[in-house]
């Protein structure tokens, strides 16, 4: 099993005039690549910073400014993506497992008000 991947998934934010274009995010303030791993933790390559997939925040370069995104975008974005790798059975199966620990998260933070006061973003850039 794969611990954890590039990430690239279509722009999740709200009203993104581009949402089925596949996109390799990379960190705003350092430029490093970006990889996730099956509980939905984004971590930067160059700097070593992380934050959950819900946390970050997206520019795309058809956007002009960091938009808002919700979590069922995020999941139908991460969703799409075996759709257009190329196959492989490892990443077919990461991409599974990933998104039943969104679908998870997604109910625990309900549970929690999505109270985000204590938790940390990171900008996402591609
Ligand atoms: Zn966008
Ligand atoms: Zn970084």
Request: charge should be negative.
């Amino acid at each position: 099993m794969l611990y954890e991947i590039r990430f690239k998934c279509p722009c999740p934010n709200i009203g993104c005039r581009n949402r089925n274009k596949l996109r390799n995010w990379t960190h705003s303030g350092c430029n490093g690549e970006l990889y996730i791993n099956k509980y939905g933790m984004i971590n930067c390559k160059k700097c070593g910073d992380g934050c959950h997939v819900y946390d970050s925040k997206f520019k795309c370069s058809d956007e002009e400014n960091f938009g808002e995104s919700r979590t069922t975008i995020i999941i139908q974005a991460c969703a799409n993506i075996d759709h257009w790798d190329d196959g492989d059975d490892e990443k077919t199966e990461f991409w599974q497992e990933l998104l039943i620990q969104l679908c998870e998260e997604r109910r625990n933070r309900e549970k929690d008000n999505n109270n985000n006061n204590f938790r940390k973003s990171l900008y996402l850039i591609d």
